[in-house]
């Protein structure tokens, strides 16, 4: 079958790739399309440390072929979108409703696929870059059939990180305000996030200002182009006072200080993109004693089950968009080109079929 497989040196699209069948509680999907985030490239450019040879992509939706001993929530034929959270189910965090925090589903990557005999790894527990993949049941959720696939592909990592940082770390608030810096994949489900919440003014800051129409579209009541620099005087002119909550969406150091800077009072910094692992930031500590907060955020706080089936249904109400996420949809030969336009920005979500 094909897949995406990095090994260390280059990115090929093979087409003598196996994956195993699944064994108890978990579930092989036939995938349909995937999307392709920048953190499947920051594998690629050493920015994400990961073991090699490994299928990429972390962000699917498809149709289950076969389920293993002891699933029961989904069955052959049903649409579903994958999470990458391979949580166990039965430690503390998850216990609490924090299945981000599950030590079990960090750092622990299976080897369910093989080529010429040789194993590969899974990336993120997922690895949708391939026809078909083996994920623990806890991943797949049920999604309604109606919810093309191409789109419903979004939810599992751009939609739940995005929007579930809003609604579930920082919890945004009826009237408040938001900042968001970066109008890509992330940033744009921040601002229907901070939409859905009922923020009162959304100020999205990119370089490009080509990314306007779309930041408008997904809720930002204000734009900032950063090309020229002055962005953060820009945006104070909007929010003279500041914002209750800023979400660095880059991963940048410089603009992470520049998300602590623009806080109001009492506001709260959410870090969404991921430099390199040992990049250092800083901010003035002074000015965090009025109640400042610097957030970390993992994958939208999000608990997959609950959040993709909500999120599904509110995109069947027309509440949340997902078609428009989708700016181009790429054959899965044609990875190298998909990949070339999310590097330089000409997509807002490259998304890969089969």
């Known amino acids: 079958m094909r897949g995406v497989v990095f090994d260390g040196r280059e990115v090929r699209v093979v087409d003598d790739l196996e994956v195993r069948g699944p064994g108890p509680g978990e579930?092989?999907?036939?995938?349909?399309?995937?999307?392709?985030?920048?953190?499947?490239?920051?594998?690629?450019?050493?920015?994400?440390?990961?073991?090699?040879?490994?299928?990429?992509?972390?962000?699917?939706a498809g149709i289950v072929e076969a389920v293993g001993a002891g699933v029961t929530h989904v069955a052959p034929g049903d649409h579903v979108a994958l999470s990458t959270l391979a949580n166990c189910g039965a430690c503390a965090d998850c216990d609490r409703g924090r299945p981000t925090m599950c030590r079990k589903a960090i750092g622990m990557p299976g080897r369910p696929f093989s080529r010429a005999g040789e194993p590969l790894h899974q990336f993120a527990s997922n690895s949708a870059f391939a026809e078909r993949t083996v994920v623990r049941a806890v991943q797949a959720v049920r999604i309604p059939q109606d919810v093309p696939l191409t789109s419903a592909a979004l939810i599992g990592c751009g939609v739940l990180t995005g929007v579930g940082a809003v609604l579930n770390r920082a919890r945004v608030g009826h009237g408040e305000t938001v900042v968001v810096i970066g109008a890509g994949g992330i940033g744009l489900n921040v601002l229907q996030g901070a939409r859905l919440a009922g923020a009162r003014t959304a100020v999205a800051v990119d370089a490009n200002p080509a990314k306007e129409a779309a930041a408008r579209l997904f809720g930002a009541t204000h734009f900032v182009d950063a090309s020229a620099g002055g962005a953060e005087a820009a945006v104070r002119e909007i929010l003279p006072t500041g914002a209750d909550h800023a979400f660095e969406c880059v991963g940048d150091v410089r603009l992470i200080r520049q998300a602590v800077d623009l806080l109001d009072r009492h506001g709260q910094a959410v870090l969404l993109g991921v430099p390199p692992a040992g990049a250092e930031a800083s901010f003035r500590v002074s000015s965090m004693y009025l109640d400042k907060t610097i957030m970390g955020c993992r994958y939208g706080s999000s608990r997959p089950q609950r959040d993709i089936a909500l999120y599904a249904d509110l995109y069947r109400q027309g509440r949340l968009l997902l078609d428009e996420l989708v700016s181009a949809a790429y054959p899965v030969e044609d990875f190298a080109k998909a990949a070339d336009d999310a590097r330089h920005g000409r997509v807002a979500r490259a998304v890969l079929t089969f």
């Open 27 to 60: 579930v092989l999907v036939a995938v349909a399309a995937a999307g392709l985030c920048h953190s499947d490239l920051s594998v690629v450019d050493g920015t994400i440390p990961f073991p090699r040879p490994v299928v990429l992509g972390h962000e699917g």
